[in-house]
Nanobody
Framework: QVQLVESGGGLVQAGGSLRLSCAASGSSLSINRMGWYRQPPGKQRELVARVTSGGRTNYADSAQGRFTISRINAKNTMYLEMNSLKPEDTAVYYC???????????WGQGTQVTVSS
């Protein structure tokens, strides 16, 4: 049974920083791409950033230059370093992972990030 658990969300003032973590657990994990999505209040879920097993990254325009995604393959762990946070970054942040030869999608339960002005 694969499980993804996020941590690190919270309340921060505009201009501040937060670091989100996502830990994947399960037997014989073969994790391909991992990434972060977010869902702002009243809006649809949107991509924030993603990283391949080889370390290739890509970012949404809103995250480019402020957020950094990284992962430690040996620990099945992924991070999202968020700097210069803005109120519009307020959302529930979800991690996901494509696992196995079929690239089955798995999602975490989400962690709330609130940026006050």
């Amino acid at each position: 049974q694969v499980q993804l658990v996020e941590s690190g969300g919270g309340l921060v003032q505009a201009g501040g920083s937060l670091r989100l973590s996502c830990a994947a657990s399960g037997s014989s994990l073969s994790i391909n791409r991992m990434g972060w999505y977010r869902q702002p209040p009243g809006k649809q879920r949107e991509l924030v950033a993603r990283v391949t097993s080889g370390g290739r990254t890509n970012y949404a325009d809103s995250a480019q230059g402020r957020f950094t995604i990284s992962r430690i393959n040996a620990k099945n762990t992924m991070y999202l370093e968020m700097n210069s946070l803005k109120p519009e970054d307020t959302a529930v942040y979800y991690c996901y992972a494509d696992i196995g030869y079929r690239n089955d999608d798995y999602w975490g339960q989400g962690t709330q990030v609130t940026v006050s002005s």
